[in-house]
């Protein structure tokens, strides 16, 4: 895999770790004289959740496959911190 394609599989995933915010449309049409016509637009925000799962994957990769029990208390409180910053950066809406 190359280098380019790892780094937006890595993006993706923190994405889906952090949870996002994304936007949906939905439009209804009429038939009128043989033509259809726009009659309905609703466009909502959904809000999609932090995923545990994809937060695990990620730190596994960033570890290396490295077993956990191993980790110091120092690196795991190092890791937490910068989980929580990336939280914190998140635009809130």
Known sequence: MDEKTR???EKALI????????KETIEE???TEDELKLTKRKVTTKSVPPDISAAKLLFDIKTDGE????????NLEKEKQRLLKLLEDKPKK
């Not at 994405?15 to 994304?22: F, H, L, S």
């Not at 077993?67 to 120092?74: N, R, Y």
């Open 7 to 9: 780094q937006k599989i």
């Open 15 to 22: 994405k889906r770790a952090i949870g996002y915010d994304t």
């Open 29 to 31: 049409f009429s038939e």
């Open 67 to 74: 077993d956990l029990t191993s980790v110091s208390d120092e």
